[in-house]
């Protein structure tokens, strides 16, 4: 049965195939097994670009496999280092912009986001937003680090000027056992 509500997993995907049109360039700043990146660069087509980072050597070869296989991988480009240096490698204004924060399910969980450089990395994403662009951020709280990392997110997006940014919370009120944030960014100027 078709549900709109059940996760931020969920509502990124959705909000992603709404938004996300052939020809746009994205970025996904947590690489992971891949599964926003895939589903990116199908979304943006031959015409469009996608940027992904991991700090995982592991993640971003399995990705560029499985690119590989569904014959996606010649508008991605796939960069192993943290998304605090996204200014090293990204010369140009995107559309969209995705994080998912925490650590890889089935990986090892020391490797994890840390506050410092997702804020460091937030910082330099959100200028290179182009007017209308999206940003979207999920942040769990369940983990050793999780809650001080979203409580720095909330606080910093909390600060974003309201004539430049509409900023937005997703929280499942009723779910049980630290259910993750997630949040929407949205450029307006
Ligand atoms: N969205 C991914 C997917 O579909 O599989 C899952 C992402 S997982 C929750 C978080 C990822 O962030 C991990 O793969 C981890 O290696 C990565 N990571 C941790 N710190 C990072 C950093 N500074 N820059 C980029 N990636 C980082």
């Given at each position: ?8 997993v969920e ?5 992603m195939y ?14 992971g097994?891949?599964k926003d990146t895939?589903?990116?660069a199908?979304l943006?087509?031959k015409n469009g670009?996608?940027?992904g980072?991991?700090?995982?050597g592991?993640a ?7 690119l590989?296989e569904?014959?996606?991988?010649q508008?991605?480009i796939?960069?192993?280092?943290g998304?605090?240096?996204i ?21 090892d969980?020391?490797?994890?986001t840390?506050?410092t450089?997702t ?5 330099k994403a ?22 001080e990392?979203?409580?720095?997110v909330e606080i910093f997006?909390?600060s ?12 499942f009120?009723n779910?049980?056992n630290?259910p993750p944030?997630?949040y929407?960014?949205?450029k307006?100027?």
């Open positions: 049965k078709f549900k709109h509500f059940i996760n931020p509502t990124v995907k959705k909000i709404y938004y996300v049109k052939e020809g746009y360039i994205a970025l996904d700043c947590t690489v097994n891949g895939l589903r990116l199908k943006v087509g670009k996608v940027y980072f991991d700090i995982q592991e971003i070869n399995n990705t560029k496999n499985k590989k569904l014959g996606l991988e508008n991605v796939l960069i192993n280092d998304h605090e240096n200014n090293k490698y990204i010369h140009e204004n995107l559309d969209f912009i995705v994080y998912n924060l925490g650590y890889l399910p089935g990986g969980k020391n490797i994890k840390q506050p450089t804020i460091k990395s937030l910082k959100l200028p290179l937003l182009n007017n209308n662009g999206l940003l979207l951020i999920t942040c769990y709280v369940g983990h050793d680090g999780g809650k990392e979203q409580e720095i997006l909390k974003l000027d309201q004539k430049m940014y509409n900023v937005l919370q997703f929280k009120i779910q049980r630290n944030i997630l929407g960014v949205e307006t100027y």
